[in-house]
């Protein structure tokens, strides 16, 4: 079982720290500007060691919403990659179909 972990509601953060962007068909979950800027200044005091206690929490639940960005975007890609392969098979099947189609001849 995890260990029990303070940290900031993921919830809360996308209040502000969410954005949603297209890319080509695939619609993703992103990191503002300002949370992504905030996200690397955390990183940055932590690999020095220099994090309070209320930036650890924060850190943690930054990574917590990544985590959850990160499975959800897979997720839409993945769906739209069997969404479009399933959409290549049906449209090839009816060339083939149409091809393979005769006509009666009215005589």
């Known amino acids: 079982m995890p260990t029990p972990q ?3 509601s993921p919830s809360f ?5 969410l954005q949603i962007r297209q890319r080509d068909e695939v619609i993703l979950f992103k990191f503002t500007d300002d949370l992504h800027f905030r996200l690397e200044s955390l990183l940055e005091k932590s690999k ?3 994090l309070t206690e209320n930036e650890v929490a924060e850190l943690e639940g ?6 959850i960005f990160t499975l959800i975007n897979s997720k839409l890609a993945a769906q739209l ?7 290549e098979s049906l449209s090839n099947n009816e060339r083939e179909t149409a091809v393979n189609t005769a006509t009666p001849l009215n005589l």
């Open 62 to 67: 930054i990574k917590e919403l990544d985590r």
């Open 81 to 87: 990659k069997w969404s479009l392969s399933q959409l």
């Open 48 to 50: 020095a060691g220099l």
């Open 6 to 8: 303070l940290m900031i």
């Open 13 to 17: 953060l996308m209040r502000s720290g």
